[in-house]
């Protein structure tokens, strides 16, 4: 049977940095309060003149140069991202700027801070499930376009960035993906979400309207609505088990984690899942100082600064799991 490894990663960042004082100059808040709370001090935002699919086209090209892969030998392109530039999907988009001419499979996958996870396992199961060789798996956000930047309990939380890794078919001896472990609960929608909202329409469409239902509903997306003490609390709780769960599924046990790779959220989630899993803090891979939460890049994002800093070796084993809106969370267990 196909085993399937991951071969390469790659990142891209936006050039505005905004610091914790920078923020301080428009919301009531502190360079203090939001690094003893989150852990967060500078995050990187995209400009008008930016685009994510940019940004990821970046961060893909990267991965593909570690991998030694050119894009012609990309098989599919899942772009996991809560933030598209296309309503329908940005992944063709991307598939197009990388210049993959076989027109391979390219789509998006929405599940917010989870997002990357959920890509991930879907690359393996594709490969070994069908005829791929190279899943090219993206996790790509831009949330600061959907933060009330007046909201000091949301805005100082989140920056934009792109991660990328490249998934390939191998031997099943050489297999680097593990056991997994995905849930969602749409009860927790509540806590954080960012809904569609009717926006007035002030044209009417002749006498048939009321009998048709005319107008139409125009719709937009409300900024990001947050429960910040749920969200944590959810966090703690449910990444732990799943984690758990995932070490399980593979019968490796804790002891045996070279790395925990934590969605990068708060600094004080990370600590807290890190002490329930006793793992020590040098085991623990964490950006988020530098980045903020970037939602669905943060994985990949601070995976390549690992990779490439030395820290993570090829051979090592990580359990890593995302967790964020939907509620979504999940995890995996896989050999870089
Ligand atoms: N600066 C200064 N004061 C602030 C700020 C701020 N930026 N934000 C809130 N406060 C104030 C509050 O108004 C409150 O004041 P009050 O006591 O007078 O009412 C006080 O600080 C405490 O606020 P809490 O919300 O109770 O603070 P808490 O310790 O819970 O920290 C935080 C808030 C940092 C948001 C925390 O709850 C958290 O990190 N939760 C997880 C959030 C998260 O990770 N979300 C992303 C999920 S991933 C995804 O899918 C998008």
């Known amino acids: 049977s196909k085993g399937c490894k991951l071969v390469g990663c790659g990142s891209a960042v936006p ?10 100059e ?7 309060w939001i690094s003893v709370r989150t852990g967060i001090r500078n995050r990187r ?5 930016e685009s994510l699919v940019s940004l990821a086209t970046e961060a893909s090209r990267r991965a593909l140069q570690m991998a030694e892969i050119e894009p012609d030998d990309v098989d599919m392109v899942l772009f996991c991202s809560s933030t598209p530039e296309d309503l329908f999907g940005s992944a063709p988009q991307i598939q197009k700027a990388l210049g993959c001419k076989r027109n391979p499979l390219a789509y998006d996958i929405t599940a917010a801070c989870s997002g990357f996870m959920l890509g991930l396992v879907s690359a393996a199961c594709h490969i070994r499930g069908g005829p791929f060789q190279n899943i090219l798996v993206i996790g790509a956000d831009a949330l600061s376009r959907f933060v009330d930047w007046t909201d000091r309990t949301t805005c100082i939380l989140f920056g934009d960035a792109a991660g990328a890794v490249l998934v390939q078919a191998c031997d099943s001896e050489h297999d680097g993906f593990f056991g997994f472990d995905l849930h969602s609960d749409g009860d927790g929608q509540r806590h954080l979400n960012a809904v569609m909202k009717e926006n007035e329409v002030d044209h009417t469409l002749g006498s048939n309207g ?7 509903q125009h719709v937009s997306y409300s900024n990001i609505q947050m429960n910040g003490k749920e969200v944590f609390r959810f966090a703690v709780r449910c990444v732990p088990q799943s984690i758990e769960s995932a070490l399980e599924k593979a019968g490796i046990s804790r002891s045996n984690i070279d ?11 990370i600590d807290a899942v890190a002490t329930r899993l006793e793992v020590p803090p040098e085991r623990v891979i964490a950006n988020l100082s530098n980045y903020g939460n970037t939602s669905a890049a943060s994985i990949p994002l601070a995976l390549d600064e690992a990779v490439r800093s030395g820290k993570v070796k090829s051979g090592h084993l990580i359990a890593a799991a995302g967790f964020g809106a939907g509620l979504t969370w999940g995890s995996a267990i896989v050999r870089w």
Do not use: C, M, Y
């Open 210 to 216: 009321a009998v048709l239902g005319f107008p139409p």
């Open 45 to 49: 935002v995209l400009t008008g003149k």
């Open 259 to 269: 790395w925990l790779l934590l969605h990068q959220a708060n600094q004080r989630i």
């Open 15 to 24: 050039t505005l940095q905004i610091s914790n004082d920078d923020l301080a």
């Open 26 to 32: 428009f919301v009531d808040t502190s360079d203090e």
